[in-house]
């Protein structure tokens, strides 16, 4: 298993940048997949923000409503994946959630969220 701690949610200005931490413990070399998504209020899915390869930490994907002004890296050293959004809007606003996907059984690990308010 894989447990996830995200961190770094609270209230953001509109304009400026989001910097967000996942922790990672347990049994993180069979995870294929790291990724952030966000959930807004009265839907029930999650929206995909960032995606990367868990062993390459390459082929990078983006959600389309953060291309060009996200970015998704992890620290290996430190356990610790991050999520970094510049020029905040509203529609940037919800609940974050740190995602682990383990291919070969289609297993996902999820943290608890960390939520996102963007003031004007």
């Known amino acids: 298993q894989v447990q996830l701690v995200e961190s770094g949610g609270g209230v953001v200005k509109a304009g400026t940048s989001l910097r967000l931490s996942c922790e990672a413990a347990?049994?993180?070399?069979?995870?294929?997949?790291w990724g952030w998504f966000r959930q807004v209020p009265g839907n029930q899915e999650r929206e995909l923000v960032a995606?990367?390869?868990?062993?390459?930490?390459?082929?990078?994907l983006y959600g389309d409503s953060v291309k060009g002004r996200a970015t998704i890296s992890r620290d290996a050293s430190k356990n610790k994946l991050y999520l970094q959004i510049e020029d905040v809007s509203i529609e940037d606003a919800g609940v974050y959630y740190c995602?682990?996907?383990?291919?070969?059984?289609?297993?996902?690990?999820w943290g608890q969220g960390t939520q996102v308010t963007v003031a004007s």
């Open positions: 995602r682990s996907r383990w291919l070969a059984l289609g297993q996902d690990y």
């Open positions: 347990g049994a993180m070399s069979i995870v294929d997949q």
């Open positions: 995606d990367m390869d868990a062993h390459t930490t390459r082929d990078l």
